[in-house]
């Protein structure tokens, strides 16, 4: 079994990687992509990887195949099973007439499928019309429709009276903090949580309150109570007079999305890895032409400090490698480019790929590899 194939089978990676034939049937996958499209081997094994690809982003995936100005992390919209879609960043590596893609979820819902919690431009103008004094009054419990869709939701709803008082709490916050509903109705924060937990609580609060304005961050919990990661949302409630009458809050679970991005940076060292066992030497280089990342069995043979400055100077290992500058700079000008060198007593052919970074920068991704039987 080769690498390739270890690394499909690996249970532990939970990013996403497939083979595809030169017509971008899908030939091989892990279990990760058939989990999170939904579909069974057999499934896949009779479809095209650009029919999962939502319509608006199949050109910036052809982009990446064919253009020669070729992204290296793009971000796309996959189908799965139930119609829905998801969001996924990956990289595409052409191997011979078979293409590899490596990628991972990110951070955003099914479509249509999950719930969505997209409040940003929320103001209390709302409520702007509310003459009670006090939130229990306005909510109206005693609806059964009401209380059935804030029970149905898969996020972690809670009201609190203007004294910091529950007077409601939905099913899905009593399923993750161990609390029912009558624990939880005429108590504050700090009767319920451990003290440090009730004081960020309140901290919050109050926040909220003297801003008058949706407050929205990232909560890390350290309480058995709690789910370890959320992004909690709270929205004080003013009446007509300006008077605070309450709290609205809710949370959504991202203990998953943290977990992803703690290997996000393993997940990075693996592909290096992956691309390292495919070919000879794999190489970054910035648009400075400085090394930013180096690696393979062909490296050794370059006689020389891999942490140089100058890439040009990786090369120039005879006097037949001249010119290798001026590709780079081909390249860095957005071209693929594609020739043969010396490095130590192989012919090298290596390819040249202007990749788009993070911050729209133009740089290089190489690949060597070792030829038998061409010449310069």
Same mark, same amino acid.
């Given at each position: 079994?080769?690498?390739?194939?270890?690394?499909?089978?690996? =249970?532990?990676?939970? %990013?996403?990687?497939?083979?595809?034939?030169?017509?971008?049937?899908?030939?091989?996958?892990?279990?990760?992509?058939? =989990?999170?499209?939904?579909?069974? =081997?057999?499934?896949?094994?009779?479809?095209?990887?650009?029919?999962?690809?939502?319509?608006?982003?199949?050109?910036?995936?052809?982009?990446?195949?064919?253009?020669?100005?070729?992204?290296?992390?793009?971000?796309?919209?996959?189908?799965?099973?139930? %119609?829905?879609?998801?969001?996924?960043?990956?990289?595409?590596?052409?191997?011979?007439? /078979?293409? @590899?893609?490596?990628?991972?979820?990110?951070?955003?819902?099914?479509?249509?499928?999950?719930? /969505?919690?997209?409040?940003?431009?929320?103001?209390?103008?709302?409520?702007?019309?509310? !003459?009670?004094?006090?939130?229990?009054?306005?909510?109206?419990?005693?609806?059964?429709?009401?209380?059935?869709?804030?029970?149905?939701? &898969?996020?972690?709803?809670?009201?609190?009276?203007?004294?910091?008082?529950?007077?409601? $709490?939905?099913?899905?916050?009593?399923? /993750?903090?161990?609390?029912?509903?009558?624990?939880?109705?005429?108590?504050?924060?700090?009767?319920?949580?451990?003290?440090?937990?009730?004081?960020?609580?309140?901290?919050?609060?109050?926040?909220?309150?003297?801003?008058? !304005?949706?407050?929205?961050?990232?909560?890390?919990?350290?309480?058995?109570?709690?789910?370890?990661?959320? !992004?909690?949302?709270?929205? &004080?409630?003013?009446?007509?007079?300006?008077?605070?009458?309450?709290?609205?809050?809710?949370?959504?679970? +991202?203990?998953?999305?943290?977990? @992803?991005?703690?290997?996000?940076?393993?997940?990075?060292?693996?592909?290096?890895?992956?691309?390292?066992?495919? !070919?000879?030497?794999?190489?970054?280089?910035?648009? /400075?032409?400085?090394?930013?990342?180096?690696? %393979?069995?062909? $490296?050794?043979?370059?006689? +020389?400090?891999?942490?140089?400055?100058?890439?040009?100077?990786?090369?120039?290992?005879?006097?037949?490698? @001249?010119?290798?500058?001026?590709?780079?700079?081909?390249?860095?000008?957005?071209?693929?480019?594609?020739?043969?060198?010396? +490095?130590?007593?192989?012919?090298?052919?290596?390819?040249?790929?202007?990749?788009?970074?993070?911050?729209?920068?133009?740089?290089?991704? %190489?690949?060597?590899?070792?030829?038998?039987?061409?010449? =310069?």
């Amino acid at each position: 079994m080769n690498y390739l194939e270890q690394f499909l089978k690996d =249970e532990s990676y939970i %990013g996403i990687l497939l083979i595809l034939d030169k017509d971008l049937h899908i030939t091989d996958s892990n279990n990760s992509f058939k =989990e999170l499209t939904g579909y069974a =081997e057999f499934e896949l094994s009779k479809m095209k990887f650009v029919d999962l690809i939502l319509p608006s982003d199949k050109s910036l995936f052809y982009d990446v195949l064919y253009d020669s100005l070729v992204t290296q992390d793009i971000t796309i919209k996959l189908y799965n099973k139930t %119609g829905a879609f998801r969001f996924f960043s990956i990289i595409v590596q052409t191997f011979g007439d /078979h293409f @590899l893609v490596v990628g991972n979820p990110i951070k955003k819902d099914f479509i249509g499928y999950d719930y /969505h919690t997209e409040m940003d431009s929320f103001s209390n103008e709302h409520f702007n019309d509310i !003459e009670v004094d006090d939130i229990s009054e306005f909510i109206g419990f005693d609806s059964e429709a009401f209380l059935f869709i804030l029970d149905s939701l &898969p996020i972690d709803i809670w009201i609190k009276n203007k004294y910091g008082k529950y007077i409601y $709490v939905n099913k899905t916050f009593t399923s /993750h903090t161990g609390l029912n509903y009558q624990d939880t109705k005429g108590k504050n924060d700090f009767e319920l949580f451990e003290p440090d937990i009730a004081k960020e609580f309140d901290a919050s609060d109050n926040t909220a309150i003297e801003s008058k !304005e949706q407050l929205n961050y990232v909560f890390e919990s350290k309480s058995d109570k709690l789910l370890t990661w959320t !992004e909690v949302t709270k929205i &004080p409630i003013f009446n007509k007079e300006e008077k605070y009458i309450g709290i609205i809050g809710y949370s959504v679970d +991202i203990s998953d999305y943290k977990k @992803l991005e703690s290997l996000h940076k393993t997940d990075a060292q693996r592909y290096q890895q992956l691309f390292t066992r495919l !070919e000879d030497l794999v190489f970054e280089i910035d648009n /400075h032409g400085n090394v930013l990342f180096i690696a %393979g069995d062909l $490296v050794k043979d370059l006689n +020389i400090d891999v942490k140089v400055s100058n890439a040009a100077r990786l090369f120039i290992t005879r006097q037949s490698n @001249l010119g290798i500058e001026e590709k780079i700079k081909l390249a860095l000008n957005g071209t693929d480019v594609d020739f043969l060198i010396k +490095i130590g007593e192989n012919d090298v052919r290596i390819n040249l790929y202007p990749v788009v970074n993070q911050e729209g920068v133009m740089n290089i991704i %190489g690949f060597g590899k070792i030829v038998g039987g061409e010449n =310069e």
